[in-house]
């Protein structure tokens, strides 16, 4: 993982490339599950979701623009997406590198997810192979989701023309 570059807050919204999704985090946001990282349109969480970040998200892959959809469907194409939390007196920042893949749908009206593993059979899959997961998360950036902070994810594919 490294720290995002860009911020979340630019003109993202003409780009058909990027993709903003804003959520919040919840009391049981613990971010220990090792392979995956996922945000929710729930608006609650039980301990056993450990690996998402955030609830109540504003959009989900089927919200995403058919562009973006479909860049994603590359192989070769890298998805970045940065998770940028507002803790009030403090920001956090990380971004997990993924790619695509062919087999990619983003068509799920509830949840996202990011994956460690190539595992793309359903339609919830943003990325796989990404270099980080839940647990691989700073712990300060958990503990002010824990706290009930704002997310904002900033997804963006990079297609390989």
């Known amino acids: ?3 995002a570059e860009s911020d979340s807050t630019g003109t993202d919204a003409d780009d058909p490339l990027v993709e ?3 959520a919040v985090g919840h ?3 613990t971010a220990e599950h090792a392979s995956t990282v996922e945000l929710t349109t729930d608006d609650w969480l039980t301990l056993a979701g450990d690996c998402i970040v955030g609830v109540e998200a504003d959009r989900t892959p089927r919200d995403f623009d058919p562009e973006f959809r479909e860049a994603c469907r590359d192989a070769a194409a890298t998805i970045e997406a940065t998770l940028v939390v507002d ?5 956090h920042r990380e971004t997990i590198v993924g790619r695509g ?3 990619l749908t983003l068509l799920d ?7 460690t593993s190539d595992y793309t059979d359903d339609e919830r899959t943003i990325f796989v192979d990404g270099d980080g997961a839940a647990a691989d998360l700073d712990r300060d950036l958990v ?3 824990a706290d009930g902070a704002e997310l904002t994810l900033r997804l963006e ?3 390989i023309e």
């Open 20 to 22: 903003v999704v804003r």
């Open 109 to 115: 009206d509830c949840s996202m997810v990011g994956r």
């Open 27 to 29: 009391e049981n946001v």
């Open 87 to 91: 803790a009030g007196d403090e920001t």
């Open 143 to 145: 503990a002010a989701l």
């Open 101 to 103: 893949d062919p087999d």
């Open 1 to 3: 993982m490294s720290d």
């Open 157 to 159: 594919v990079d297609p």
